[in-house]
Structures are given as structure tokens and as C-alpha cells.
Nanobody, 126 residues
Framework: QVQLIESGGGLVQAGGSLRLSCAAS????????MGWFRQAPGKLREFVAV????????TYADSVKGRFTISRDNAKNTVFLEMNSLKPEDTAVYYC???????????????????WGQGTQVTVSS
């Protein structure tokens, strides 16, 4: 079992920045690819970014490419999402997720991930 706890969400003005963190329990954190997803009211959960087990490979949604950066610290069992140049359309609940199968397959599909956090709200005002 893996427990994931997100933090770092909040209210920010357009153009601002936030850094989300996701702390994982368990000894096998470095065996999982880690992803970030988001869900706005009335919309489906959508892929944001994913990072490989060793942190060397990343993939981003087109909507956040160049503005968001995913990283991880395996020594601290933590994955991060640095969000810059935030836009009102980035407003959503952000979730981190762990993928047992590693960095492969359909990384953008929520169903590919095995464990989920409870989410943290990000609100960007215009």
C-alpha cells in the first residue's frame, strides 16, 4: 500500500506561482512512476505531468508545457509540481498518483495509476 498526501495548493493571482508537494509512505517509492492530474468542477480528471522512477524522464500535457515542472526526491519520498505563469484555467483540484508499472503504457490515463492522494485545491484569480 502507498499513501499519498498532497500539499501546497492555495489562491494565487494570474501570472503567479505555486509549488505542490506529494509525500508518499512506504519503502518502494522509487519503484513508481509518479503523476500529477487535475480536475476542475464539471470536468473529467486530466493528465498534467508524469516523472519516471529515477526522475530522468518526464512528460507534460500540452496545456502546461513550458510553465510546469515535475520533479522528485526519492530520498524524501516526495514528488513536486512547480507551477509558474498560472492562468485562471489552471484552477482545479490537483492530485498526485503512483503507477506500479513504471514509466510506460498510457501515462496520461488516470486508470493506469494505482494509488491516489486526496487532492489539493489550486485557485487562480484573474
Amino acid at each position: 500500500q502507498v499513501q499519498l498526501i498532497e500539499s501546497g495548493g492555495g489562491l494565487v493571482q494570474a501570472g503567479g506561482s505555486l509549488r505542490l508537494s506529494c509525500a508518499a509512505s512506504g519503502r518502494t517509492f522509487s519503484n513508481y512512476a509518479m503523476g500529477w492530474f487535475r480536475q476542475a468542477p464539471g470536468k473529467l480528471r486530466e493528465f498534467v505531468a508524469v516523472i519516471s522512477e529515477n526522475g530522468l524522464r518526464t512528460t507534460y500535457a500540452d496545456s502546461v508545457k513550458g510553465r510546469f515542472t515535475i520533479s522528485r526526491d526519492n530520498a524524501k519520498n516526495t514528488v513536486f509540481l512547480e507551477m509558474n505563469s498560472l492562468k485562471p484555467e489552471d484552477t482545479a483540484v490537483y492530485y498526485c498518483a503512483a503507477k506500479i508499472g513504471g514509466y510506460g503504457g498510457f501515462l496520461y490515463r488516470p486508470g493506469e495509476y494505482d494509488y491516489w492522494g486526496q487532492g489539493t485545491q489550486v485557485t487562480v484569480s484573474s
